[in-house]
C-alpha cells in the first residue's frame, strides 16, 4: 500500500510541478507584447506554452532546426523568420519529433501553441497554430523565455 501511495504523490508532481527556464528582461517581455509588426520582408513567430498538464517538463522548440528555445509552463518566444516561405517547427515527444510547418506570410505574425500530452512513459509536446486574436490573449498572459537554449538531445 505505501508503494502505491509513493507512486502516486510521484506522478502527482511529475504532472504538476513546474520547471524553470531562463527569462529575458522583464522589458523584452512587454514590447514584444505590443504586437508590433515583424521587420521587413520577415513574420513575426510567437510560440508559447500555457496548458496546466506537464508543469515540470521542458520541451525543445526549434525552426527550421535552429534552436528557439527550452519552452515550460507560462513562458513564449518571440522572433521572426524569413517571410513568404514555408517553414518548420518542430518540438520533441515522447519518441520524435513533432513538426508544423506552413508558409509564414512577410508582414504578418503566428501564433503556435505549445501543448504536453502525457504518454506512456513521460510527456510528450505537440504544437498547434492559434487564431491571431486569441494568441495575443494568451501570450498577453505569460512571461518572454530567453531564446536559444536547448537541451543537447
Known amino acids: 500500500m505505501k508503494i502505491i501511495a509513493f507512486i ?20 523584452e517581455s512587454v514590447k514584444a507584447k505590443e504586437f508590433n ?3 521587413e520582408g520577415n513574420a513575426g513567430v510567437y510560440i508559447y506554452r500555457n496548458s496546466f498538464v506537464g508543469q515540470a517538463l521542458k520541451k525543445d522548440i ?16 518571440h522572433t521572426e523568420v524569413e517571410g513568404d516561405k514555408t517553414h518548420q517547427v518542430t518540438t520533441e ?12 506570410e512577410a508582414g504578418k ?17 505537440d504544437l498547434e497554430l492559434i487564431e491571431e486574436e486569441q494568441g495575443k ?9 530567453a531564446p536559444g537554449t536547448c537541451s543537447e538531445k
Open 109 to 125: 505574425n503566428y501564433f503556435i501553441r505549445q501543448f504536453i500530452k502525457i504518454g506512456v512513459f513521460v510527456g510528450g509536446a
Open 37 to 39: 509588426p515583424p521587420s
Open 62 to 77: 526549434r525552426i527550421d532546426g535552429k534552436c528557439i528555445g527550452e519552452s515550460a509552463a507560462n513562458v513564449f518566444f
Open 93 to 104: 515527444s515522447e519518441f520524435s519529433p513533432n513538426i508544423l510547418e506552413f508558409f509564414f
Open 8 to 27: 502516486a504523490v510521484c506522478a502527482a508532481l511529475f504532472i504538476s510541478g513546474c520547471a524553470s527556464v531562463p527569462m529575458a528582461p522583464h522589458a
Open 137 to 145: 490573449r494568451d501570450v498577453s498572459k505569460l512571461n518572454l523565455a
